[in-house]
Structure formats: structure tokens, C-alpha cells
């Protein structure tokens, strides 16, 4: 069920209420009594826990490049023979 966050139009006072999604929406303010509560949106307040999909499929989103780690990084001309041979480098075998 979620929290819903309401607010008084008349005194100002904020009123949090746990509530099926079906529930008719709140209208008494519970400080002043008056018919003036009106829904505020708000923010989910979540967090996943244990080892699910979030935490194995996103826990490498933040690693630096190969290049910043000291790993060489392979350009596209790496594999190619051509370039192999003449030297490295797209310029050296055309592919530029």
C-alpha cells in the first residue's frame, strides 16, 4: 500500500496516510476538521535490498575506462592485418 502525502489548504498542516490505491482520498484535515485536504505529490522513498538484477546488472555502470586503468586500449585497426602490418594505425592501411 502507499503513503500518500496530504496537506491542509486552510492551516497547513501535513498529514501522511497509508492507503489501498482504491481508498476515496482524504478530505477532513485531522488538526483544524475542516474539508481542505488536498494530495501533494511526492517522491517514492524505496531501496532495494539482497542481490537481484539492479545489483548485478548496474554494479559495473560506474568503473573507469579500460584507457584510465592502465589496460591498453584496442582501437578498431588492432585486428586488422593490413594495419599490422604496415606499422598500426588506420592512417597506415587506408581505413581512415
Known amino acids: 500500500m502507499p503513503i500518500y502525502v496530504y496537506r491542509c489548504d486552510d492551516c497547513g498542516f501535513d ?3 497509508l492507503q489501498k490505491l ?3 482520498l482524504l478530505r477532513t484535515c485531522p488538526q483544524c476538521g475542516k474539508d481542505a485536504l488536498s494530495k501533494q ?3 517514492a522513498a524505496f531501496q532495494l535490498k539482497g542481490n537481484g538484477w539492479y545489483a548485478t546488472d548496474f554494479r559495473g555502470a560506474g ?3 579500460a ?3 592502465g589496460e591498453a586500449a ?3 585497426c ?3 592485418p593490413a594495419a599490422a602490418a604496415a606499422g598500426g594505425g588506420a592512417a597506415s592501411c587506408g581505413t581512415d
Open 22 to 24: 482504491s481508498a476515496p
Open 63 to 65: 568503473k573507469p575506462a
Open 15 to 17: 498529514h501522511e496516510a
Open 74 to 76: 584496442a582501437s578498431p
Open 78 to 80: 588492432a585486428a586488422c
Open 67 to 69: 584507457a584510465n586503468t
Open 41 to 43: 505529490v511526492s517522491a
